[in-house]
């Protein structure tokens, strides 16, 4: 099967279904939390509350460069299956959790199972798309990532027609019986360049080789280059994940009840507009210029600036949306090309460990925005400092234009 010309799109299409489980299963929690906290008193403290949403990103960030150089050495098909099924009974058991502390310690765990998620399921569709279709592959996998924080917003609507003790239990099951999907059709593939390479590298002390990969990435020029500006455009990313609700309110003077799904829908429909229409340009550009993903990202990451100019200083219907729209696409011809051009630079046999150390950072800057853009909301500047964004966006894409310049589409060919 994994030689028929469709499958490497039937892989993409069983890690859609993954990614959906990934981003649905850790929002569940944010939005039931009226229901929970009647049974764990606990949660009627919003510190405690932020504590069990800081416990999963911070051990999902810590982890994540190792989950990638665990990627990098064993089978991720089975890494993949591990981890769905791993937090998917974490989800079942979070139904039965009586006291905060259950929760917490379910939490951490959930962080670090899906955390080893992201680079085995990037590395993996990677490796069986080439230049024809790698971007519009890894688009098309975003979109799931985004269905999946968008349908995780329901969760509250299931909990107050039923409970949000069913609610984690049928999600739960739902991702235990996709895990048994997997073991049936996903299949391994590495692509590798140099044979004789991996060879050595397969002898080797699997903790020693695992670091020395780590070393080989730190020493890449390029690496750093990406590394930066990947983390300087989360910051934006974040910030409308988590506040861009609150932004709607306060620039139109509307609830939230219609802030939030006016927010949402605007994001994850002109993102996924973004992924699709950023992997379909990349992917012909390749064809004619090495350094068309490029070229796409930096497209990209310029719509996002008027956008955060508008998000920012916006004060009426049109501006607010058109920015949001207008971010939207932006960022998602942006997300789109990410592990694409890490692949101009750095070889299969690192490309898990090193998306592992940028999502690490990525979310790490995210945890730093949210707290800075909290102080802005209580200090009334939540708009002037969504705006100010546009400038670190600006360098991000000076440094992207200017100094990334791939030879070839596969560093190892």
Not at 99 to 123: K, N, V
């Amino acid at each position: 099967m994994d030689k028929n010309r469709y499958y490497p799109w039937l892989v993409v299409a069983l890690l859609w279904g993954v990614a959906l489980l990934n981003y649905m299963d850790r929002q569940m929690l944010s939005t039931m939390k009226a229901e929970m906290m009647v049974d764990i008193t606990e949660l009627e403290s919003a510190a405690n509350f932020g504590r069990l949403m800081a416990v999963f990103l911070w051990i999902y960030g810590l982890v994540s460069p190792f989950a990638g150089m665990v990627a990098d050495r064993i089978n991720r098909k089975w890494l993949i299956v591990g981890s769905l099924f791993v937090w998917s009974f974490v989800t079942l058991m979070m139904g039965y959790a009586t006291s905060f502390e259950q929760l917490y310690a379910l939490r951490a765990i959930m962080g670090i199972s899906e955390a080893l998620y992201i680079p085995a399921g990037l590395a993996l569709i990677t490796d069986y798309h080439d230049e024809k279709s790698r971007s519009l592959a890894v688009g098309i996998h975003m979109t799931g990532l985004y269905a999946g924080q968008a349908l995780g917003g329901f969760g509250a609507t299931i909990a107050s027609a039923h409970s949000w003790q069913d609610t984690f239990h049928w999600f739960g099951i739902a991702g235990i019986l996709y895990s048994l999907l997997l073991i049936a059709f996903l299949r391994e593939k590495r692509t590798l360049y140099r044979p004789a390479a991996d060879l050595r590298a397969s002898q080797e002390n699997p903790i020693a080789g695992a670091f020395k990969g780590v070393g080989i990435l730190l020493t890449n020029v390029a690496f750093w280059i990406i590394l930066f500006f990947f983390a300087t455009s989360s910051l934006p990313g974040w910030a409308t994940k988590n506040w861009l609700p609150t932004l709607f309110a306060d620039s139109l003077s509307i609830p939230m009840a219609e802030a939030g799904p006016l927010a949402t829908f605007t994001i994850a429909f002109s993102s996924f507009l973004g992924v699709i229409a950023g992997g379909l340009l990349s992917d012909r550009w390749i064809r004619t210029n090495i350094r068309g993903r490029i070229y796409t990202s930096v497209i990209g990451l310029a719509l996002t600036i008027p956008a955060l100019l508008l998000l920012g200083f916006g004060n009426n219907l049109p501006m607010i949306v058109t920015g949001g729209l207008c971010f939207g696409i932006g960022f998602g011809m942006f997300d789109a090309n990410n592990m694409p051009i890490l692949c101009q630079f750095v070889s299969p046999r690192h490309r898990a460990t090193a998306y592992g150390i940028m999502n690490m950072i990525g979310v790490f800057a995210g945890a730093v925005i949210t707290k800075t853009l909290g102080e802005s909301t209580d200090a009334g500047n939540l708009g002037r400092d969504f705006a100010l964004m546009a400038g670190v966006v600006f360098i991000a894409l000076l440094l992207e234009f200017l100094c990334l310049r791939p030879k070839r589409e596969h560093p190892d060919e």
